[in-house]
């Protein structure tokens, strides 16, 4: 399967509110509010402003995270990518 | 319109015209006590009409209108003229109103701080917001409003919407027994809602209706069961009020903040009581032991 490249909302677009276990988001764009838990937040902190992939995200959260206990992460952030897709907070670069 | 009469609860000046005599005169009586400032402008109107003229005396029925409709609303004989004109005014505020951030939550304070409770019809918080606001002795809580309490987008305060209270069915006879019968409208019995019977609240409240209180505590109580108590965490508290706010969409990110705002600085529980007693004996614990 290619590993598609994905970006995150631009910075300014979104206003991320982190409320105990939840994380509000509201995208200004269109004016939606949006209710996500780890590791949604964490995700669109790690895409930054560039494009990219699955393994590349893999690999800034790797950095931040302990993620070797968790096996391939890269089948669930690709998952999770199509839902932030889904939502309109990242899209296809 | 043939009869028409202007209201003020709260920050919202009512504009209300009815083809009948009869609401405007109930209404008159249950808002006498009210401030009236004929000329303010007004910021909501509602419309108690007859469909076809010859309904004015016909089996006579009241529809409800004003700058927001709702299509398909069954109209209301004309002897619940009171709850149609109720109706028309709640559904204004509820769908027009910009200036605060609107939470379906009844609210009592003390001591410039607010006590909001949200929770479905049923739930025994207008019943709670009543009898607070009635309390014999340590009756020092201010009604604030059985129905909308009103959150200011900038500051965060809470304002009120002191409206006559909708008392429902069980909670007449308990709130009856407390009140002078001069504090309560006419019974309207077997309306859609069950039986219903307004109470004004104290004049005190109506006169501090536009001061301020900074909110303390949130509760969402549930009518039924054990007497229990459940923190309530900050996440749930805003799904939770989000979907109680009739324009938190409406609003934009002025209410995405307002009401991030609210649940990080308020303390929230869920509560569940068998009785009033029991469900006021509840909040006076929490409003002492966790209120901030």
Not at chain 1, 62 to 87: K, N
Not at chain 2, 175 to 198: N, S, Y
Not at chain 2, 213 to 234: D, H, Q, T, V
Request: proline share 7%; hydrophobic share 50%; glycine share 10%.
């Amino acid at each position: 399967m290619t590993d598609r490249a994905y970006r995150a909302a631009p910075a300014g677009a979104l206003r991320v509110e982190p409320l105990g276990a939840l994380t509000a988001i509201f995208d200004r764009r269109s004016m939606q509010t949006h209710l996500v838990v780890s590791p949604m937040p964490e995700i669109l902190e790690a895409m930054g402003e560039d494009a990219c992939n699955v393994a590349a995200l893999a690999a800034r959260l790797a950095a931040s995270f302990d993620l070797d206990s968790e096996g391939d992460v890269r089948p669930i952030l690709a998952e999770r990518l199509a839902e932030l897709t889904a939502m309109g907070l990242v899209e296809r670069a | 319109m043939r009869h028409r009469t202007r209201i003020a609860v709260g920050p919202v000046q009512f504009r209300i015209g009815s083809d009948w005599a009869e609401p405007v005169a109930a209404l008159e009586s249950l808002y006498a006590g009210y401030p009236r400032d004929e000329m303010r402008p007004a910021d909501a109107t509602v419309r108690l009409f007859a469909a076809r003229p010859w309904r004015r005396w016909l089996r006579p029925s009241v529809h409800i209108g004003g700058d927001f409709v709702v299509p398909d609303a069954l109209p209301l004989p004309l002897s619940m003229g009171l709850l149609a004109a109720e109706m028309g005014m709640n559904l204004q505020v509820a769908l027009g109103w910009r200036r605060h951030m609107l939470l379906h939550a009844s609210a009592v304070a003390k001591d410039g701080r607010a006590l909001i409770m949200s929770g479905e019809s049923g739930s025994g918080k207008s019943t709670l917001a009543a009898l607070l606001g009635e309390k014999e002795g340590g009756g020092d809580w201010r009604l604030m409003g059985d129905e909308f309490t009103l959150i200011d987008p900038a500051g965060g305060d809470a304002f009120a919407f002191p409206r006559a209270v909708s008392l429902k069915n069980e909670a007449i006879a308990e709130v009856a027994a407390r009140v002078d019968a001069a504090r309560l409208g006419p019974l309207l019995a077997g309306t859609p809602k069950g039986d219903i019977r307004h109470l004004i609240p104290r004049p005190e409240a109506i006169a501090a209706m536009h001061e301020p209180a900074r909110p303390a505590l949130l509760l969402f109580p549930r009518f039924g069961g054990e007497a229990g108590i459940e923190p309530m965490g900050e996440g749930e508290a805003f799904v939770r009020l989000t979907e109680a706010s009739t324009n938190y969409v409406a609003l934009g990110e002025a209410g995405f903040a307002a009401m991030t705002r609210l649940v990080r600085e308020t303390p929230a529980f869920g509560i569940t009581y068998p009785d009033s007693a029991a469900g006021v004996a509840l909040v006076e614990r929490l409003w002492a032991e966790a209120a901030r």
